[in-house]
Nanobody, 126 residues
Framework: QVQLVESGGGLVQAGGSLRLSCVDT????????MGWFRQAPGKEREFVAA???????????DYADSVKGRFTISREYAKNTVHVQMDSLKPADTAVYYC????????????????WGQGTQVTVSS
């Protein structure tokens, strides 16, 4: 069973940066996709970024249009950890951010993910 643990959320001023991390503590899969989603109060959960990798290959990434050029997703395969570096943050980025995992390649919709973390709050003040 996959167990995802997120960290790195907090309060930051507009224009600032945060880095979120997510570790699969059970190290269940050697090849799969990990993604980040976010949900603001009163809104649907939305895709942020995803990364797919294979043990003997490279990584493929994808981003929501709203974060392209500002967010960067990366992975540390040996630590089974995925990070998302968030720069030039805006108040509109305020949300609970969730890490998720799936065996599907480059999934960008929440229904394609089978495992979820508990979420971490990101608040961007103006």
């Amino acid at each position: 069973q996959v167990q995802l643990v997120e960290s790195g959320g907090g309060l930051v001023q507009a224009g600032g940066s945060l880095r979120l991390s997510c570790v699969d503590t059970r190290r269940t899969f050697s090849s799969y996709t990990m993604g980040w989603f976010r949900q603001a109060p009163g809104k649907e959960r939305e895709f942020v970024a995803a990364i797919s990798w294979w043990r003997n290959g490279g990584a493929t990434t994808d981003y929501a249009d709203s974060v392209k050029g500002r967010f960067t997703i990366s992975r540390e395969y040996a630590k089974n950890t995925v990070h998302v570096q968030m720069d030039s943050l805006k108040p509109a980025d305020t949300a609970v951010y969730y890490c998720a995992a799936t065996i599907k390649y480059m999934a960008t919709t929440s229904r394609d993910y089978d495992y979820w973390g508990q979420g971490t709050q990101v608040t961007v003040s103006s």
